[in-house]
C-alpha cells in the first residue's frame, strides 16, 4: 500500500559478485512499481578491495532503465564503499547486511553482521550445512535480530498465485511432484577456481541449485494445508560426479509427504538444459499444475484439469520492477519495521527443513563435499 511516510531501510551490501550487483540494483526501484511503500537507501558496500567496492558503486550510479530511479532519489548519496566486510557490518548507519559471498562463507559472514548487531538477509544457500544455519539462528534469537534467506522466488506474485490453485482444491489431492533445475553451465570451459567447481566455495549443482527445486516443494507440498507442516521422510538421493574437482555435477533426491500420501523427486544438474515447458510438475487427483522454466523466477504455469481445456496463466516480473529482488528486498524491510525477527512468508523453521535436505544428499553422496566439516 502506497503511504506518505515510507519506511526508510539501510542496506550494506556484502560483496560485489554477480547477484549481489542484482540486489543493489534492486533496491533502486521505484517502490510504486510493486505498490510498497518501502524507501532502501544502500549505505555501503564491503568488498574484499576498495577499488572494487568503488567500482560497485560507480556502476549503480551509472544505472539506467528502471534502477535509475534511485540514484535520482538520492539512495546512493551517501554510500561508503570499504574494502572489507567487517568495516559494512561496523558502519553504524548500516540497519541490515545483505551477505552475497559463496556459500562456504555465509555462516562466517552472517555472524559476523549479526555480532555487530544488524539484522540480515543471506543468500541462498543458507548455510553449508543445518549446524551453521542452527549457529546464526541462536544467535539472531539471542541478539533480538532480524534473520532471513534470500530466496526471492517465494515473494513473486507468481508463486502465490501458483499456491491459490493448488490450495483450492480444483486439481485434487496432490499425489506426484517432480522439480528440476538444469543449465548447461559449459563447466568443462571454466576454470577448477570457479565457485561452480571449486568445492572449497561451495561447488557442485546441489548447494547452489537445489534452493529452486526446494523451493516449490515447500510451497506446493510442505505448505498444503492438509501436510499440517511436517517434514517429509527422505527417501534416497543419488550423485554424479564431476571427475575433474569431485563435486556434484547432477544431485537427484526424493521425498515422501506421507500426510498427503505424495512422492516428490527433485533434482539439480550444472551440465544440462532442463525441459523449458516443465521445470516443476504436480500431478494431482484431478488434474496437473505444469511450471515452466526456470524454477527461480518461471512467468508461465498452465492447469491441465483431466476432463476439460488447458489453461494458461503468465505472471511475469514487469522489466519496470528490475531483475525482481525488490520483493524480498521489501519483505525484509516490512519485517524490521514491524519489529519482526523472522519472515512468515519465508520462516527460519523452512529454511531448516530445506537445508536438510542438502545436508542428507551430500551425507549420503560420493562426492569429495560429503564430509560436512570437509570444506575450506
Ligand atoms: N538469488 C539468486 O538468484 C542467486 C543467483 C546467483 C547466486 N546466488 C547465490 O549468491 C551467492 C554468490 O553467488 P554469485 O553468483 O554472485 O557469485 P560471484 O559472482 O562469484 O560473487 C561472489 C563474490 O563473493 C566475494 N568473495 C569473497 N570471498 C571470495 C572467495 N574466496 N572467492 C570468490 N569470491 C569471494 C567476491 O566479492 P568481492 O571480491 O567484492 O569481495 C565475489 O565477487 C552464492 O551463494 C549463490 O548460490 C543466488
Known sequence: MT??????????????????????MDLLVDPATRNSDMRH??????????????????????STGPWSWGVQQGLLTETKAYGSYAEVCNDPNVDVVYVGTPVTLHHADAKMALLAGKHVLCEKCFTFDLAE?????????????????????????????????????????????QADFSIDFNVDARPTSDRFL??????????????????????????????????????????????????DERSRWLLDFENLECEAQLMTDMTTH???????????????????????????????????????????????????????????AQCIRDGKTESERM??????????????????????MKDMKGKA
Open 3 to 24: 503511504s506518505t511516510s515510507p519506511f526508510t531501510l539501510r542496506w550494506g551490501i556484502l560483496s560485489t559478485g554477480s547477484i549481489a550487483t542484482e540486489f543493489a
Open 41 to 62: 537507501v544502500i549505505a555501503a558496500v564491503g568488498s574484499r578491495s576498495v577499488e572494487s567496492a568503488d567500482r560497485f558503486v560507480d556502476k549503480l550510479k551509472a
Open 133 to 177: 544455519l542452527d549457529d546464526l539462528i541462536a544467535i539472531a534469537r539471542e541478539k533480538n535480530l532480524f534473520l532471513m534467506e534470500a530466496v526471492w522466488t517465494r515473494f513473486h506474485p507468481i508463486a502465490y498465485k501458483i499456491q491459490d490453485v493448488v490450495f483450492s482444491g480444483r486439481l485434487g489431492k496432490p499425489k506426484r511432484f
Open 198 to 247: 571449486d568445492p572449497a566455495l561451495g561447488g557442485g549443482s546441489l548447494l547452489d541449485m537445489g534452493p529452486y527445486p526446494s523451493v516449490w516443494a515447500m510451497l506446493l507440498l510442505y505448505q498444503h494445508p492438509d501436510n499440517r507442516s511436517t517434514a517429509p521422510k527422505f527417501v534416497n538421493s543419488y550423485q554424479r560426479i564431476y571427475r575433474r574437482t569431485n563435486v
Open 274 to 332: 532442463g525441459l523449458r515447458e516443465a521445470t516443476a510438475v504436480l500431478q494431482c487427483q484431478d488434474g496437473d499444475l505444469i511450471i515452466e522454466f526456470g524454477p527461480q523466477k518461471p512467468s508461465t504455469f498452465h492447469i491441465v484439469p483431466r476432463n476439460g481445456e488447458r489453461e494458461t496463466y503468465h505472471y511475469p516480473i514487469a522489466a519496470e520492477q528490475g531483475h525482481g529482488l525488490c520483493f524480498e528486498a521489501d519483505e525484509v
Open 347 to 368: 520462516p527460519l523453521s523452512e529454511s531448516r527443513v530445506a537445508q536438510s535436505w542438502l545436508d542428507e544428499v551430500r551425507r549420503r553422496g560420493t562426492t569429495c
